[in-house]
């Protein structure tokens, strides 16, 4: 493909292909120009370099987020949309929880993604610095959750590269940490029990639960300071005389 008819919108949708399949340390300008059939300078025309390209692309994926209409549902049902529209798109590209660490990602989709996760705790009623907190602390838990299975991935890859069996592998590091785990009560019984299908593995329904769990504390905790403020409100100020 030559630079004339090679675009910016092909370059990015190969780019994040060939980053789900080979993530950031497989990326380069060679490989990507040989799956757009273009040669690597053809490439530089449109991006000035390799990390220009990933900042584009680690953009260009937080459209793929529902922003749910705020006029349609309840505050509570948009944040766990968003959250959980967060959490799959963080695991169906997981070289972006990994460039996390490496990049500073910013650009209309994220901002787009950022100013909606705003909207909904403002809705619930958070005002100001508090909704910047809200929205903060249920971004955390997300990228957290996230990380895990990104790391999954990343060490998969790692050691199928190595030229060994990755999954055998895995499996036999999981089964020696097991024999460690056994030697402690509470995790005897956790893998004893079917709670957990591995000594890594969380027990079902894990990050639905933890979503829930914060959504409902930072309701209580929105109600509990109106319940202050009402107070403070209907208390008569006391003479100094």
Do not use: C
């Amino acid at each position: 493909m030559a630079r004339d008819t090679l675009t910016r919108e092909q370059i990015v949708q190969t780019a994040i292909e060939l980053l789900d399949a080979e993530g950031l340390e497989g990326l380069n300008m060679r490989s990507l120009g040989k799956r757009l059939g273009a040669a690597a300078t053809a490439v530089y025309w449109h991006v000035k370099n390799k990390d220009d390209l990933v900042l584009l692309v680690g953009d260009r994926v937080w459209d793929e987020i529902e922003l749910p209409d705020l006029d349609a549902v309840d505050w509570r049902t948009a944040a766990t949309t968003m959250a959980t529209g967060l959490y799959t798109m963080l695991t169906r590209h997981p070289w972006l929880v990994q460039g996390f660490g490496s990049y500073l990602f910013f650009g209309p989709g994220k901002a787009r993604y950022d100013d909606h996760s705003l909207a909904v705790y403002e809705a619930a009623g958070f005002v100001g610095a508090d909704a910047d907190r809200a929205a903060g602390t249920v971004f955390t838990f997300v990228l957290g959750n996230a990380l895990g299975a990104a790391a999954a991935v990343s060490l998969t890859r790692r050691l199928s590269r190595g030229g060994g069996n990755a999954e055998e592998l895995v499996q036999e590091t999981m089964a020696k940490a097991a024999e460690v785990a056994e030697r402690f009560p509470r995790l005897r019984v956790r893998l004893d029990s079917s709670a957990a299908a591995d000594y890594a593995g969380a027990p079902d329904q894990t990050f639905e639960y933890g979503l829930q769990v914060i959504l409902s504390g930072l309701e209580a905790e929105h109600a509990a300071h109106r319940t202050v403020g009402l107070e403070r409100e209907l208390i008569p100020p006391q003479s100094s005389f």
